[in-house]
């Protein structure tokens, strides 16, 4: 198996401009989980997915920022207008039970 | 509420020289516990987890971890370590319940190893 697979690897943008995310989960995990990571807040988790179902969304951090999980296979995340303050580096990770399996992640940085 | 803590934020080893990386957790009720591994630009790696059974856990690349219920804590481990485990190191805390709960990460500890 590939592993998780997000894209792209790397986005810079400006402030105000639309950001979209991207994921595909390891085939057969049915959790699917989005994380923000930067150096003042360590990791944290923003939204997760069961069955292509949002279950918890209580980590997303303001209106601006969505997630959808259109199929079993792939999931975005949405930014809506960036701000510089979301630079970051967003990981998405999957999972059939126990541990989570991340993706090597994106680096947003907003200008 | 369920918590983390890793109280160093940076251990050093040298090469050949056992390490241990500290984790203590709070969870209410049963843990799943979980240490993962992360390298420069890369996402997390999964290392070992406790889920039930013998409290001395075994990953990968020679680390192990040993759960200790009365002390909540989950140390890493490893009898020999490497200039390459150089790398940052999280521990991660889930409460033991059916279906899924989420996951907890501690800060994370940055282990440096000389040559």
Not at chain 1, 71 to 100: G, H, M, W
Request: proline letters at 7%; a neutral charge; glycine letters at 8%.
């Amino acid at each position: 198996d590939a592993g998780v697979i997000q894209s792209p690897r790397h986005e810079v943008t400006e402030m105000g401009q639309e950001v979209t995310l991207r994921c595909k989960p390891i085939s057969g995990h049915d959790y699917l989980f989005w994380y923000r990571q930067t150096m003042m807040r360590g990791l944290e988790l923003l939204i997760y997915f069961n069955n292509n179902v949002p279950i918890d969304d209580s980590g997303m951090p303001e209106d601006r920022f969505s997630a959808k999980m259109p199929n079993a296979s792939f999931s975005t995340l949405k930014i809506q207008p960036s701000e510089p303050r979301d630079s970051a580096v967003y990981f998405c990770a999957s999972s059939k039970r126990y541990e989570q399996f991340f993706g090597p992640g994106t680096r947003l940085t907003v200008l | 509420a369920q918590s983390v803590a890793q109280p160093e934020d940076q251990v050093n080893v040298a090469e050949g020289n056992p390490l241990t990386v500290k984790c203590t957790y709070s969870v209410s009720g049963n843990p799943y516990l979980f240490w993962y591994v992360q390298y420069p630009n890369r996402g997390l790696q999964f290392l070992l987890k406790y889920i039930t059974g013998d409290n001395l856990v075994k990953g990968s690349y020679g680390f192990e971890a040993e759960f200790n219920k009365s002390q909540t804590s989950f140390h890493l481990k490893k009898p020999s370590a490497l200039v390459s485990d150089s790398a940052l190191y999280f521990c991660a805390v889930r409460v033991a319940i059916p279906g899924y709960s989420t996951l907890t990460f501690g800060k994370g500890t940055m282990l440096l190893v000389s040559p």
